[in-house]
Nanobody
Framework: QVQLVESGGGLVQPGGSLRLSCVAS????????MAWYRQAPGKERDFVAT???????RYEDSVKGRFTISRDNAKNTVYLQMNSLKPEDTAVYYC???????????????WGQGTLVTVSS
């Protein structure tokens, strides 16, 4: 079993910063793309950012220049540095990754439990 555990959410004022972390633990042979999604109240879950195993990053347009995704492969961890936060960034943020638990098993898509980010004065 592989688990994703997010941390780092909380309440922050507009213009502030937060850093989210997501650690993958358990039986892991390889980790491929890691990503962050978010779900605002009453809305669907949307893509935020992704990073490949080689470090290639991609961002949703509204967070470009404000958010930075990174990963530490030795720690099986992905981060999301969020700067210049806006009220519209308020959402539950979910970690997503594609893993292979054994060399002979299929790729699996996993989700974390989510961490709440609230941007408000």
């Amino acid at each position: 079993q592989v688990q994703l555990v997010e941390s780092g959410g909380g309440l922050v004022q507009p213009g502030g910063s937060l850093r989210l972390s997501c650690v993958a633990s358990g039986s892991i042979f390889s980790i491929h793309t890691m990503a962050w999604y978010r779900q605002a109240p009453g809305k669907e879950r949307d893509f935020v950012a992704t990073i490949t195993g080689d470090g290639i990053q991609r961002y949703e347009d509204s967070v470009k220049g404000r958010f930075t995704i990174s990963r530490d492969n030795a720690k099986n961890t992905v981060y999301l540095q969020m700067n210049s936060l806006k009220p519209e960034d308020t959402a539950v943020y979910y970690c997503n990754t594609i893993v292979r638990q054994r060399s002979y098993t299929s790729l699996e898509v996993l989700w974390g439990q989510g961490t709440l980010v609230t941007v408000s004065s």
